[in-house]
C-alpha cells in the first residue's frame, strides 16, 4: 500500500490559518489524495480529496506539490470545533483506504 | 436522512462470548467496511463488501466475520477467537467509482468492552 507520514501532532490558534502537510514519496500516477477529519469519539468525516490540482471547498483547501510527493491541507481560520485528528490518505485503484495515525490538531483560545 | 447507523453505541460483554455489531446504510452504497480503532491508533480495515453476497478480508480478520445478505446491511461477528476485542468499531460506507473508493461515509462508531 502507498504509505504517507504526518506530523504527529500541531497546534494552531484560533482564527488564524493552519497547514496540515503530508508526505506521499511513494505516490503513484493514478492515486487521489485523500484527507478525512475524526473528532473524539466520532467516526472520520470527509474533508476533501485532489489528484493533481489544488481543490477547494467550502471545509478546506487542498495544495498538491507539483511532483505530487507530498500535500497540504490548509484549513483558513481554525476553530475550536475543527480540532481532531486528521488523516491523509492514498487512493489508488482496486485498493482500500489505509488510515494512518493522522495529525492530532489542537486549537487555542 | 440519509446516512449510516451503528447500534448499540456501546456494549459490554463477558469474555468467551461472541457479539454482533450492527450497520446498516440508506445511502444506496455498493460497498461497505468494518474499521477497528485502538486508543491514539489509525484505523485498521477488518472486512470489506462490494457487493451482496460477497466479502474479503482485510488486514485484520482473525477472530471476525460478516455477511452481506443484503445491500444495506453489513453485520460484523467479534467471535471468542478474537484475542484482544475491546476497541472502537466503526463502519463505513461509498459508492464505487471505477475501481476507485469514492468517498467513504462513517457511522457513529460501537465502543466495545470485553470484561
Known amino acids: 500500500d502507498a504509505k504517507t507520514t504526518q506530523p504527529n501532532s500541531m497546534e494552531s490558534n484560533e482564527e488564524e490559518p493552519v497547514h496540515l502537510p503530508c508526505n506521499h514519496s511513494?505516490?503513484?500516477?493514478?492515486?487521489?489524495i485523500h484527507w478525512y477529519r475524526q473528532l473524539p469519539s466520532q467516526g472520520p468525516e470527509y474533508v476533501i480529496h485532489?489528484?493533481?490540482s489544488n481543490v477547494n471547498n467550502r471545509m478546506a483547501s487542498l495544495a498538491i506539490a507539483e511532483d505530487r510527493k507530498s500535500s497540504t491541507l490548509i484549513l483558513h481560520r481554525a476553530t475550536l470545533r475543527d480540532a481532531a485528528v486528521y488523516y491523509c490518505?492514498?487512493?489508488?485503484?482496486?485498493?482500500?483506504?489505509?488510515f494512518g495515525p493522522g495529525t492530532r490538531l489542537s486549537v487555542l483560545p | 436522512d440519509g446516512g449510516i447507523t451503528q447500534s448499540p453505541k456501546y456494549l459490554f460483554r463477558k469474555e468467551g462470548q461472541n457479539v454482533t455489531l450492527s450497520c446498516e446504510q440508506n445511502?444506496?452504497?455498493?460497498?461497505m467496511y468494518w474499521y477497528r480503532q485502538d486508543p491514539g491508533q489509525g484505523l485498521r480495515l477488518i472486512y470489506y463488501?462490494?457487493?451482496?453476497?460477497?466479502?474479503q478480508k482485510g488486514d485484520i480478520a482473525e477472530g471476525y466475520s460478516v455477511s452481506r445478505e443484503k445491500k444495506e446491511s453489513f453485520p460484523l461477528t467479534v467471535t471468542s477467537a478474537q484475542k484482544n476485542p475491546t476497541a472502537f468499531y466503526l463502519c463505513?460506507?461509498?459508492?464505487?467509482?471505477?475501481?476507485?473508493?469514492?468517498?467513504?461515509?462513517f457511522g457513529p462508531g460501537t465502543r466495545l468492552t470485553v470484561l
Open positions: 485532489g489528484l493533481t
Open positions: 511513494t505516490i503513484s500516477g493514478t492515486d487521489y
Open positions: 445511502l444506496n452504497h455498493d460497498a
Open positions: 490518505i492514498l487512493d489508488n485503484y482496486g485498493q482500500n483506504f489505509v
Open positions: 463488501s462490494q457487493i451482496v453476497n460477497d466479502f
Open positions: 463505513a460506507s461509498s459508492y464505487m467509482a471505477g475501481g476507485f473508493t469514492d468517498t467513504q461515509y
